[in-house]
């Protein structure tokens, strides 16, 4: 069994989410896992004009996923109310 890369989403209210929305519908991030809030991904993906089943996982436990989807470990302290941010803001 191999362990997924883990890769942060950056700034909720940055470009990073948007870049890993992207990235993930090009194909390119197999085998990853965002860590990070689900509603931030999300809404990028809307920005975006994507979707995708977004999933929250366990990043070490196998389960399965719907085709395509991107999946994403939530830790303690995120919350979908960073989705609420302004982008572009500190």
Do not use: F, K, N, Y
């Not at 519908?25 to 999300?42: F, K, N, Q, R």
């Not at 719907?66 to 572009?88: E, N, Q």
């Amino acid at each position: 069994m191999s362990r997924p890369l883990l890769l942060t989403m950056g700034d909720p209210v940055g470009i990073g989410p948007e870049i890993i929305v992207r990235a993930h519908a090009a194909g390119e991030l197999s085998d990853t896992v965002v860590v990070g809030e689900p509603a931030v991904l999300v809404r990028a993906q809307a920005a975006c004009g994507l979707s995708a089943p977004v999933v929250a996982v366990d990043p070490m436990a196998a389960q399965p996923l719907p085709p395509g989807a991107l999946p994403v470990w939530a830790p303690a302290g995120m919350t979908p109310a960073l989705a609420g941010l302004a982008w572009g803001r500190v």
